[in-house]
Every structure is written in C-alpha cells, then in structure tokens.
C-alpha cells in the first residue's frame, strides 16, 4: 500500500524554535529550527517509510478565514527574525532530501494537508500527518493517522479513531465542535466564553455537536451557562467555522507528484556541513561525518623515525610549508614531559619517538629556521616546551587554537578535537576519549601514540585553510597577523623568563598572617562571646543570627547562608561581620596565594613561571595559571604586602611598573565621543571627581570623599553596563537612589548614552559587537526572548568594544615594547602583564631612559580623542613599585 506522510512545516518548525536553545553556526547564521525540523524529517522518514511525502506551510498573515473574522489569529506575537530566516533553509532542505513542499495565498498549511490527505484516504493511501497542532486531529480516519509532537521535538504520540475516543471520548469529526465551544486563544477564536475543555467534553458527550448544544440551551446545567451559550450563539457557531479544516484547496499538482524517491547522501551533505549539523552528518553516513573521516583518519599512514635515521627524512624537512604537533605529558607544558612529536605535508606523516632532544640535529635546524613555514596547534606552548629541550623554534606562520578563538570567543572550547568537530572534520576522538580521565587516565606508548599524533597533525594541516578563510571572511586575518601571532611570541619569552620570588621574605609574610589570623579569631570569639568553629557556615549562622539576634538576610537549603554578600549587609550592624570578612581574605591569602606561590616555584631557577592564555576570555584580555598572578588582591594591604615577594633576578636591578590610568573610560570617552567627557580628560582632570561635579551639581572644591567614591562606582559601573540595582549593591544605597544617579550621569553626558543605545541597536542587527581593532563577541543570545538573558547580552555589547579594545592597545603595547627591547639593545626583561599594567625588570643604569621609553611605547599604541597616560614607577619589589 502506498504511504503518504504530510508535515505540517510550520507547526513543526515552531515547535524545534521554542523547544531548541538559539543556535548559531560560525558565520552566525541561526540553526536551531532547522536543526530540530531536520531531526524530525530524518526520523519519520525512518519511521514511517513514505512513499509519497509533502511538507505544507503558510503563505502569509492572511487568509479567507480573515473574511469571516478579521481578528482571527490576531493577538500572535510578531514572528522573530530568528526563526523568519530559517524558512528558507528549511525548504532548503527539503529540496536537497528531494521532497515537495507547498504553500498557497489564502490558505493554511492545514487545509492542504487536509485536501491532500481526503484525497490520498479516498485513493486507497495509508496516511500520516505530522503537526503540533490538534486542530488536524478532525482529519483522522481509518486510514488517516496523526502523529502530535508533545514534549521537545521529536517525541510524540500516534492518533487513530480509537486513541481519540480514549483521550476525548469524541470522534474525529467533533474536534471542530470542541473548538466550536470552548474556542482557541492561540487563534483567537472565540468560542463561548467560561466554557473549558472539561464543560465541553460533557456537553458534546450529551448533545454531540454545537448545533446540538444550541437548539437545547434549556435543557443546560446552570443559570450562567445557559445565558453564556445564549449570549454568544454566534461566536459558537463561527468558531467551528473557523476551526474547521479546508478540504477542498485547488491544487496544481497530483499525488503521483509527492513520490519520494529516497535522498542522495551527496546532495544533503553539504547542506548539513554548512549548517554544522554534525550528529546529523553521522545519521545519514555523510560526507565529512566522523565515521567518514574515521575511516580516512584509520587509513593514515605514519612512518616513525629515530635520530639515527636522519638521512631518510632529511628532504622532508626542506618542503616549506609542514604541519608540527607536539604532545605533552599534560597540560603545564613548563612542567610536562615531550612525549612526542609529529609532521606533517597533508599526506606523508612522521613520528619522532622523542626520549631526548639528543641526537635530532636536522629537526633542531629546521625547528630554529625562520623560512621554514610552520602550521601548528598553540604557538606559545610549542615554544616554550622546546626550549625546555634546549631547542630554540621560528618560522611559525599559523595558530590554528588562536584562529578559533578569534573567530568566535564566546566558544568555550578550543581544542583541537572541539575546532575539528565543529567544522565537520571527524576521526579525530577527543583526548580523554584516548588516554582516560582521572585515575584512569593511561599513557599512549609506540605505534599507537604515533597513530594519535599523526591524526592530530592531520587534523591541524586540514583546519589550516578552512580557518584562514573565516578569518578573511570575517575581517579578523588583520588582527590575527599583525596582533595575535606576534604577541604570542612576547609571551613565550615572558614565560620562559620567568619572575624572581623571594622565598624567605614570602615564608615571613606567611608567618606575619597567621600570627594576625590568630589575632582576628581572638578578636571573633571576643565579639561572638564564646568559641565556634569559625569556617563552619552551620555554626557562624547560629551565632550570628541565633545568639546575636541580627536580621536574616538570606536563607539557603541548609540553613542560613553567611555568604559574603550577607556579611557585607551585616557589617553596618554589628562589627562581627567585617572581622569575619577580613578573617575569610587573610585564609585565603594564606591558603591561595602564601602556600600557593610556595609550591609554584620552580627550584631550579628559583622562580615562578606562570602560563599566560590567549584563547580564554571573550573580551580578549589576557589571563593567566599556575599560578594566577591576574588576581593578586589589592584591596586590603595584607595583599598588597604579596608583591613585596616579587623581586628582580640580578642584583642591582629594579622592578619597573607601567600602568595604564582609566584606559578603559579614556576608551569610552574616545568612542562615545562625549564631549564632556573628552574635555576632562584633555584637561588632565580627575574624571571622577568631574563626575561628581556633575551629578552632584556641585563645585571641584565641594566634592566629599563621599561623593568621588560614588562617581567612580557610577563611572566604571557604566563601562559594565551596570543596573540601578547592582549599584545600589555596590554603594549600599536604596535602588531608587542608585537609579537616580545613573540617571544624571547620562543627563550630564548624553554621548554616552547615545553610545549605548547605538551600540545596543547595532547587536542586535549584526549579531556581535566589535572592537578598535576589529575583534568580535558573537552575541547570540541579543534578541533572545527571554529577558535575562537579552539583558546579559545588551550589557555584553555595551562593555566588549571598551574592555576589549583596552585589551588590545595594551597588547599593541607589548608588542611594540618587546621589539623596542631587542632592536635597541636594552637589557631590561617584560615579566608580567596584570591586567593595565606591564611589569619589567631593569638595571639600575637603565633605569631613567626606559621609564620614558615605555611611557613613550605605552602611550602611542593607537589615536584616541583623548590622551593616553601611563603612570610608570620603579622599586626593589613590585610592592614599592606601585
């Protein structure tokens, strides 16, 4: 028997919209629609196995149903853009699978599907239907069958007579009768008003139809419902018009046009590719599926070399471009071990069993010659790794985890299993996968670690050009060139420098904190009245919200939260709380920062070697691990007191601090183009004590510490995208009061808020926000529906071009400082960069001149419309250099 299946497209493709997350593939088209109707299509097509298929969608707004009633479907929310672009891929789709699709001006997709299916039942079809939508429930028969979507996307439930009967207790044909009563909102169709599903199912159970219910309005339970019915006998009566399906739609086209000859893997490949539908490629065995390239990736051919077999691969080396991976041991590669090293031409792949850098002369001098091209996954790792094997590497041209990042920083994941997967290139398993996590984790040995590396190495030669081109594609090759590339080397150098920490002075502070930490629990148990676990959040709920009585701020599911938010509302109560919040920082800078920097001090240079990330943050700030030296605290002097540890690793040299002032509200002034704004920092101003003039209404010499304190909070919270109620947290002020300030300071500088706005706007059409020097945050989340998170994302775009541009002019500086030091000849060493500021290491005689070099360097990056300024300073530690 032949079998039609007929879709309800828009009611499917609804349903994957709403039940799927925003997707976005990497040239920021949406997917998620499509993805979920992509889903559905595949399964029933293997499900049901059609012989005839026809996927129906609305024309428009408008059909003949609107003659009747104007306000049907009137109160439908506007159609998002999201989901409007992806009815075209969609069809797309379905072309590539060879599936007819149709729609008509005046009708509904239902009427189609209910023309199609009365015919195919009369012709002797078996037929299916496949919607959201129950309304369609009135077209099943014997032969016609629904299938009604009811949880995600591709989970539902199978319609026949009996099934409804079981569910409704009514026959297919009444469905029209029950929305005839009881109405639909979803389409604005009226019914009678009061009367549910559950009032209706009870009348059609007794007089079967609206008619019926109409001619004996007497004969009703209850004085309300029978004036409701008689009220709205109409509305009765239109609405099962309304519901009705059309069956009688003129079309163009026969059943014998709908055969469905089954999909060529070949056309829907591609589509699926471009879509990054990789679960999808892998359903169908497409090309490019991981099972695809699995089976390629088996079939890669690596041939394992020794020292003494320098001869036989020598000329392989002297090809110009080649792929090089190394593997670690694990993820510090200061620490870790070579395991092995892979090359690669795209075809030939060779494996060095690395025990030592011993013996590799020709590898060593291919590794250090800069004409030699070299593609490679992590330039900075590579870098520092072989110099720990006493091998010096140049010529690298291309970063393939550095392109990923650029291309899309809000990915969380870029390592090279992830970049392969989302650009569609299969057979290579994620490392965990390989070696086994945690005390499972085992070590690769041989052939099968040379088998591994050589589908990396692959790996990397194939992403290579596919990344170069979306970097083109998405103006970001500039920026990856002549900024990311460049500064990755400055950061191999910094790294392999290391930073000189003094062991005993850092022992002693360790000493003079727990000696206060005592004094602070003495000082706790005085105030408390009695002795407690302190470090219990149990029993510091007890006392302080039990014994001392003060107010509950917050409650959590095991009792009372002492959060430090709670804390901070408590101080002004009582001074238990602020000593608890000082008691927290002092274990933390024992346990995270004394104890800590102890254990990352590498004996053999007395150092600490830290790892800077490039491909971590989404605005392009630098971060840094092993240890952390981004988030030192400075707040309280305890913390500060941890860079007195940081000391120059020569004698007679000083460490030297460069620090950008307000760069990040010079880049708002610059790209606001506020004038006020502008003109107090020409002016050389205090920009917050201006903010307080202005939003206070008050003069220069009438500002209270006060009010500076709340102009900066209100100055840096703008840069954030700060609400009235995270500054009201900030400054401990009613919200309203906080709202009120933010209000004047846009009042006093509209530029800014012009700035906002438009940047806003600008998201919202683009998709992502952009930098000075072109860097990009995809924003997909922008136009989300959901307020929360449109909220987030409208802060993201307010704050990304300031912090991400203040990220890049510093960078731009270090690059620009790195050549400095080594064209001119200085002997002075870039250590560190901590967020706006750059910390060397100097002799004493250089000291005057290249105060000024880097001021000169780190002032010159790029042109604002208002002067840079860097504070530099110098002293014995990085404490007296601040």
Known sequence: MDKLVLI??????????????????????????????????????????????????DAGKMTFRHRDYKDYKGKRDKTPDEFSEQIPLMKELLDRFGIRHFELHQYEADDIIGTLSRKADQEGFSVTIVTGDKDLLQLVTDKVHLLMTKKGVTDTDRYDPKKIDEKYGLKPEQIIDLKGLMG?????????????????????????????????????????????????????????ELATIMCEVPLDFSLDDLKYEGFSIDRVSPLLKELEFKSLLERIGGAGSSADEAEEMENISVKRVQPDETAEWESFLQQSPLTL?????????????????????????????????????????????????????????????????GLSSDGYSFDVMLASYLINASDSAHQLSDIAQRRQIGGLPEDEAVYGKGAKRRQLTG?????????????????????????????????????????????????LAGVQVDR???????????????????????????????????????????KLG???????????????????????????????????????????????????????????????HQAITATGRLSSSDPNLQNIPVRLEEGRRLRQVFVPSEENWLILSADYSQIELRVLAHLSGDEKLIEAFQKGMDVHTKTAMDVFGVSAEEVTPLMRRQ?????????????????????????????????????????????????????????????MLHRRRQLPEINSRNFNRRSFAERTAMNTPIQGSAADIIKKAMVQMDEVLRREGWKARLLLQVHDELIFEVPEEETDALSERVRRVMEG??????????????????????
């Not at 609206?210 to 009703?220: A, H, P, Q, S, T």
């Not at 050009?465 to 590339?485: G, T, V, W």
């Not at 105030?527 to 006392?543: C, D, H």
């Not at 419309?865 to 007296?880: F, H, I, Q, S």
């Open 711 to 771: 102009a900066k909070a209100v100055n840096f919270g703008i840069v954030y995208g700060i609400s009235d109620y995270g500054l009201s947290q900030n400054l401990n002020i009613p919200r309203k009061e906080a709202g009120e300030f933010i209000r004047r300071y846009f009042d006093s500088y509209p530029g800014v808020k012009q700035y906002m706005d438009d940047i806003i706007q600008k998201a919202k059409q683009d998709g992502y926000v952009s930098t």
């Open 184 to 240: 639909d909102p979803s389409d604005n169709i009226p019914g009678i008003p009061g009367v549910g599903e559950k009032t209706a199912l009870k009348l059609l159970k007794q007089f079967e139809s609206v008619e019926g219910v109409l001619d004996n309005i007497e004969d009703l339970p209850g004085k309300k419902l029978k004036e409701k019915v008689a009220d709205n006998r109409r509305d009765a009566v239109l609405s099962k």
């Open 550 to 612: 003060l107010p509950v701020i917050k409650k959590t599911k095991t009792g009372y939260s002492t959060s430090a938010e709670v804390l901070e509302k408590l101080a002004p109560q009582h001074d238990i709380a602020e000593e608890i919040l000082h008691y927290r920082q002092v274990v933390k800078l024992i346990g995270t920062y004394v104890d800590g920097l102890l254990k990352e001090i590498y004996p053999s240079t007395g150092k600490i070697h830290t790892r800077f």
């Open 447 to 495: 052939q099968e670690l040379a088998e591994h590396l050589a589908r990396k190495v692959h790996t990397i030669h194939q992403l290579k050009p596919i990344l170069e081109k979306e970097l083109q594609e998405n103006h970001l090759d500039a920026l990856f060139f002549e900024l990311e590339l460049p500064i990755t080397h400055v950061l191999a150098r910094m790294e």
């Open 861 to 882: 990056p790029v042109e604002l419309a208002v002067p840079l300024k860097v504070d530099v300073n110098t002293g014995r530690t990085w404490y007296e250099a601040k």
């Open 8 to 57: 309800d497209g828009n009611s499917i493709a609804y349903r994957a919209f709403f039940a799927l997350p925003l997707l976005q593939n990497n040239k920021g088209t949406y997917t998620n629609a499509v993805y979920g109707f992509a889903m559905m299509l595949m399964k029933v097509l293997e499900e049901e196995k059609p012989s005839h298929v026809l996927v129906a969608f």
């Open 504 to 546: 005993e002075r850092l022992q002693q502070l360790g000493e003079e904190l727990r000696e206060h930490l005592e004094e602070l629990t003495a000082r706790i148990y005085e105030l408390a009245g009695t002795e407690f676990n302190i470090n219990s959040p149990k029993q510091l709920g007890e006392i302080l919200f039990d």
């Open 325 to 389: 991976y190394l593997e670690m041991s694990s993820e510090n590669y200061h620490r870790a071990d070579l395991l092995g090293v892979a090359l690669s031409d795209g075809e030939q792949h060779l494996f060095l069993d690395w025990e030592t850098a011993a013996g590799w002369e020709a590898f060593a001098q291919w590794l250090q010659d800069p004409e030699r091209e070299k593609w490679c996954y992590d330039i900075k790792g590579n870098q520092v790794a072989l110099r720990r094997q």
